[in-house]
């Protein structure tokens, strides 16, 4: 039986431990661990030793659930932070109150009645808190609220063993010559005759060499590309675009009056600085006051040009798409642009204060509301959600709109996106006459759903 140097000294030095580790192993052997196991490993093809691989799982805290455990978690601070009742416009003005009102109801620590949160009794340690103390310990349903609230992680580690066989045990004991091998020739050897006299080390060709892992793409880059290859099939042109975009573009050309709350500090990140307003924007300020040449009456009030120049991160990308429908206003046109978009969110599992957004339109003369169901089931459809439904939906500047569904296993039909027919107050003041198709998904989104995900933050 053919042995290569070092599959012989590990398997003399096993007859003297019986059993025993790579670590000890490589210590011995003045060799790697992970060389060790791979040296045993080839003993055990042969039958003449054993390694057993042991994976340990263990919980460890997150930051988050760290922080939590020092300060108590949300719903905790948030029981704590009123007496016996509290109205429920005060309690969310605390930074917990999307988390922690809905785990207090859960817990049974609160009631809620006639627009107030009324506490139920003394709010005993939870589950869930005992097993923030010791996570390993809890019981399967904790850990699995703990891994879905991102306050655990699991860590495994791996442990081998090597041990010797009563094969193994025969072959040492029958006499075994540590003879040093040369792997490489030189080619002063081959030339010099040399290699006839040494000791060659013997390959098999028919195994397998050390799987070498190269970088790859992002898991969630992949995801977006996948989508942009289907686009560009369906025939779309992408748009492209910069983050800092003009309030005219972002609010105004989009039919949102001046007076919408996402204007607001609290849902838009403002930047220094104005924006030009684009040539044609009064006939934009007059379907605001008054709805200018169509059948609307508009907003009302007057039209501020000076709040229409503000300078904002965009909060989606159809300010992209309004700006290639006014420099396009014949059709056709089809056109879609996958970007990062930007609004004051306070990080949670499911928020974000960046993330990407998808948007599409597509104008042409006949097109209609079925043409646009038609788009998102093909497109749905082949990034792999075979079942789709569609409900009545409500946005600022579509109409009819609606809201795409898709099937997933043992979480039913989930929301992605939105989608509708522009409005005239929109495609109007650019002199665009034909129907345009709109819709928008987040797809962190549909990220999350097809890498089994439960906090978004692990996308990054």
Known sequence: MQLTLNEKRLLLELVKKE???????????????????????LLSQKGLAK??????????????GSLYLKEGLPERQLYNSFSASTSIADLNSHPHAKIGLG???????????????????????????????????????????LLKRGLVTEEESVRYTISITDEGRKLASSG??????????????ISSGAWKDLSLRRYDITKRPRPLWPGKIHPYQR?????????????????????????????????????HPAREMQDTFHLAGEQPLPKGWEKVRNMHESGGETSSTGWGGNWDPEKAKATVLRTHTTSLSIQHLAAHPEPPVKAFCIGR???????????????????????????????????????????????????PGYFPYTEPSVEPEVFIDDLG???????????????????????????????????MLRMGLTDLRELY
């Open 19 to 41: 059993t025993t580790t790579p670590e000890e192993m490589g210590t011995i052997l003045d060799r790697p661990a992970d060389s060790v196991v791979q040296y045993g490993g």
């Open 51 to 64: 390694v057993e691989r042991t994976v340990t799982t263990t919980l460890i805290l997150t930051g988050e």
């Open 103 to 145: 785990w207090m109801k859960r817990l049974g620590w609160v009631k809620i009645e006639a627009g107030k949160v009324v506490k139920t009794g003394d709010a005993a340690t939870s589950a869930i808190e005992a097993g923030l103390k010791n996570p390993d310990t809890a019981p399967a349903d904790v850990k699995k609220d």
């Open 176 to 189: 075994i010559t540590l003879t040093g091998e040369t792997g490489t020739l030189t080619a002063g050897q």
């Open 223 to 259: 995801m977006i590309d996948e989508m942009r290859r289907i686009l560009l099939d369906m025939g779309f042109t992408e748009l492209h675009g910069s983050i800092i975009q003009g309030a005219f573009w972002n609010f105004d050309a989009l039919f949102q009056p001046q007076d």
């Open 341 to 391: 978009v930007y609004r004051r969110e306070a990080i949670d599992p499911t928020h974000l204060p960046e993330f990407e957004q998808l948007e599409g339109i597509v104008m042409d003369t006949h097109v209609n509301f079925r043409n646009l169901l038609g788009y998102l089931k093909e497109f749905y459809g082949r990034m792999g959600f075979e079942s789709v439904r569609f409900r």
């Open 413 to 447: 039909w989930v929301e992605l996106g939105g989608a509708g027919i522009f409005r005239e107050e929109v495609t109007s003041p650019w002199g665009i006459t034909c129907p345009v198709l709109a819709w928008g998904l987040g797809v962190s989104r549909v990220a």
